[in-house]
């Protein structure tokens, strides 16, 4: 079943669908709320919340302006850094429902489990290949949920500096994976950043 | 603005300044297509991470909290 079907599988109340869902991605969204978190019970916590605003909201979600792995990775990541910020949900400014990517997967199973363990690799590939504190600086806000001040303040340099590792760090990941087909080229038609998304976070502490 | 796009794009933008670069970013076309493309680049990040299984009981508690009706 693809991503497409499995989408409206999920809106029509199919339960078996979120379990589909659950097998298909939930073993990387718990991974990345661990590596957040570092506690597995929060890590629960955070996962389930996820998915179960995805089932209750699955006749909003609109497949064709992104994919529902990036949507649930991306709730998880905020849930997340929420929880270990000591957040509310009334603090979020979040793109729930409204993912950017375009992916949405191979259909066969086997295929789409090579596939995304393929992709993970040449994504750890090309962080590795970052320098040190250009991988920090990146590792620190998305993982950390620090802003680039605190980061400069943490790591005793430059907001400048800390503007042009994020920036030169993205780059070389942006020129990596798009090289290897793992993300797209946009182009001005484009749901993309126009559909009002933002990416600033609420700093409440 | 465009040094601060790729703030932006990490969700490592102070408020004030991710408020100026939303509206920038949709006025901006050059800083629109950066931010797009480095916000598609971060949402592969979370790729990166070590593989963890999550306990088994995790996918029983998903699929049971959905048998509650949704939410109206």
């Given at each position: 079943?693809?991503?497409?079907?499995?989408?409206?599988?999920?809106?029509?109340?199919?339960?078996?669908?979120?379990?589909?869902?659950?097998?298909?991605?939930?073993?990387?969204?718990?991974?990345?709320?661990?590596?957040?978190?570092?506690?597995?019970?929060?890590?629960?916590?955070?996962?389930?919340?996820?998915?179960l605003k995805l089932w209750n909201n699955a006749?909003?979600?609109?497949?064709?302006?992104?994919?529902?792995?990036?949507?649930?990775?991306?709730?998880?990541?905020?849930?997340?850094?929420?929880?270990?910020?000591?957040?509310?949900?009334?603090?979020?400014?979040?793109?729930?429902?409204?993912?950017?990517?375009?992916?949405?997967?191979?259909?066969?199973?086997?295929?789409?489990?090579?596939?995304?363990?393929?992709?993970?690799a040449a994504v750890r590939e090309a962080m590795?290949?970052?320098?040190?504190?250009?991988?920090?600086?990146?590792?620190?806000?998305?993982?950390?949920?620090?802003?680039?001040?605190?980061?400069?303040?943490?790591?005793?340099?430059?907001?400048?500096?800390?503007?042009?590792?994020?920036?030169?760090?993205?780059?070389?990941?942006?020129?990596?994976?798009?090289?290897?087909?793992?993300?797209?080229?946009?182009?001005?038609?484009?749901?993309?950043?126009?559909?009002?998304?933002?990416?600033?976070?609420?700093?409440?502490? | 603005?465009?040094?601060?796009?790729?703030?932006?794009?990490?969700?490592?933008?102070?408020?004030?300044?991710?408020?100026?670069?939303?509206?920038?970013?949709?006025?901006?076309?050059?800083?629109?297509?950066?931010?797009?493309?480095?916000?598609?680049?971060?949402?592969?990040?979370?790729?990166?991470?070590?593989?963890?299984?999550?306990?088994?009981?995790?996918?029983?508690?998903?699929?049971?909290?959905?048998?509650?009706?949704?939410?109206?």
């Amino acid at each position: 079943m693809s991503d497409t079907d499995l989408a409206a599988e999920l809106a029509a109340g199919n339960q078996d669908a979120l379990a589909e869902l659950y097998d298909r991605y939930g073993r990387l969204a718990y991974a990345v709320a661990l590596r957040i978190l570092g506690d597995s019970g929060r890590a629960e916590d955070v996962v389930q919340d996820a998915f179960l605003k995805l089932w209750n909201n699955a006749n909003q979600f609109d497949i064709d302006r992104g994919s529902m792995r990036t949507w649930l990775i991306t709730a998880v990541r905020n849930r997340s850094i929420d929880t270990m910020r000591g957040r509310g949900a009334h603090e979020r400014q979040e793109r729930e429902l409204k993912p950017e990517l375009q992916a949405t997967g191979p259909t066969s199973d086997p295929w789409r489990e090579v596939s995304l363990s393929l992709e993970r690799a040449a994504v750890r590939e090309a962080m590795d290949s970052l320098p040190l504190e250009q991988r920090q600086a990146v590792e620190l806000a998305y993982f950390g949920g620090f802003s680039h001040r605190e980061i400069a303040d943490m790591t005793a340099v430059p907001l400048s500096t800390v503007k042009g590792r994020m920036r030169i760090a993205l780059e070389k990941l942006s020129s990596y994976l798009t090289g290897r087909g793992l993300i797209d080229v946009p182009t001005r038609t484009d749901g993309g950043i126009g559909s009002g998304l933002g990416a600033e976070r609420s700093r409440g502490r | 603005m465009e040094e601060l796009v790729a703030v932006w794009a990490l969700s490592a933008a102070e408020v004030d300044d991710g408020a100026l670069m939303r509206s920038h970013i949709q006025a901006c076309p050059s800083c629109h297509e950066l931010a797009d493309r480095l916000d598609r680049t971060v949402k592969a990040i979370p790729l990166a991470v070590d593989d963890v299984a999550p306990p088994p009981r995790l996918r029983g508690r998903i699929v049971a909290a959905a048998t509650l009706p949704r939410p109206r």
